[in-house]
């Protein structure tokens, strides 16, 4: 089983939609959660790192429940300029594992005008 | 602050080559560096976990002897891709995380990727 699954998409939303993604993580001792972005033959950037009480950046809200082992990440007003892969990441803090990030797949967004 | 170079960005070569890919922190030192691969369509994939001044650690179905790491230097990290065959065509990734100046522990932050094609 792979340490984080995504559904891949393609999303194809228009200019001002709210689209949300999914992500869920299989290790219960993932301690820290990311949602990355990363545009098409380029480097992944860190988009928003995701708490336990829900947070927001402008227009990006992350949500993250331990229990269930979920992430999500919501996207309002969206723009031509939000177009990207976003990856759901995880990352173990302890023993042999430590620092090490957990990506998964990705979800391909595009927004049309 | 914290700005990951790689070199070459992109590199095209013959079957059965050798291709050398650096990695450097710009501005920080990096005590760990890790390589990624990533195909097309496909999550990054970790490949080695690089401490400097020790040998790196593989991740389990990557053979150390093809990919060889090094990490001599607090700045400096290479893959060598030995002998590479057109299945070794790929995103390379790599990524650095230091402890000095202020920067976040355990914040990894990524270079801009070396594309590898394989004729």
């Known amino acids: 089983r792979k340490e984080v699954e995504q559904d891949p998409g393609p999303f194809n939303v228009p200019e001002g939609a709210t689209v949300a993604f999914n992500c869920t993580y299989s290790?219960?001792?993932?301690?820290?959660f990311f949602w990355y972005r990363q545009d098409c033959r380029k480097e992944p950037k860190l988009l928003m790192s995701?708490?336990?009480s829900g947070n927001e950046d402008g227009r990006f809200t992350a949500q993250l429940n331990r229990a269930s082992q979920y992430i999500s990440l919501l996207i309002r007003d969206s723009k031509l300029s939000d177009s990207a892969t976003y990856l759901c990441v995880v990352r173990l803090d302890r023993g042999s594992t430590l620092g090490r990030l957990y990506f998964g797949r990705g979800t391909q967004l595009t927004v049309w005008p | 602050g914290a700005v990951v170079s790689q070199h070459p960005s992109r590199v095209i070569c013959k079957s059965g080559t050798s291709v050398k890919i650096e990695c450097r922190s710009l501005d920080f030192q990096a005590t760990t560096m890790f390589w990624y691969r990533q195909f097309p369509k496909q999550s990054l994939m970790l490949m080695a976990t690089s401490n400097e001044g020790s040998k790196a650690t593989y991740e389990q179905g990557v053979e150390k002897d093809k990919f060889l790491i090094n990490h001599a230097s607090l700045t400096l990290s290479t893959l060598t891709v030995t002998s590479a065959h057109p299945e070794d065509s790929s995103f390379y990734i790599c990524s650095a995380r230091g402890l000095a100046g202020g920067l976040p522990y355990n914040e990894q932050f990524f270079g801009p990727g070396t594309r590898l094609t394989v004729l």
């Open positions: 290790n219960s001792a993932s301690q820290s």
């Open positions: 995701v708490y336990s």
